[in-house]
């Protein structure tokens, strides 16, 4: 696996607590996806996946790199973030837990489903994070495998 090369790959850069902005990375990815003719189920689970990782970088972190790798089986995702960083990431993977502020509820985030609901839709799922450095999350969806 390794040298192989991606068909696309896609890298933006995630502006954390820009409102205004989020969100933007995962249209675009969703608009890509649509143009390769990828299956709509399987490009719905990608989307879904990639706005809550670039949403939790625009909501917890400073800012953020968003990559997005296109292969022949899979999508590869690798959002890496400069933050605060995680100190429990099996408490931050429970359904219901969030940290986020109340001027962040107040817009609809922080119901704390973002982390499972990546994990549901992905087929592998790491968060390597340090605190008070930042965060790292890597994705892996197969095209011919469901969650
Ligand atoms: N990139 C990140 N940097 C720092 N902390 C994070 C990051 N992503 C998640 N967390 C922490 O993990 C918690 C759970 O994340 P999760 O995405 O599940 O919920 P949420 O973002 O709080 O709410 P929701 O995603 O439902 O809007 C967050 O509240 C935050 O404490
Ligand atoms: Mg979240």
Redesign the pocket.
Known sequence: MSGEQPFIEIKRSIAGGDFAIAGNISSETKTILQQTGLPPVFIRRVVIACY?AE???V???YR?TFTTQIYSDRILVV?D?E????PDVSL??Q?G????PPH?REMG??????????KKCSNQIAVD?RVGE??R?TMVFYLNSSP
């Open positions: 809550e949403m939790n970088v909501i917890h972190a953020g959002v973030d933050g605060p960083g995680i931050a993977f359904e837990y969030s940290t986020a962040i985030f922080g119901a704390g489903y973002g982390l499972s609901n990546m994070t930042g965060t999350v």
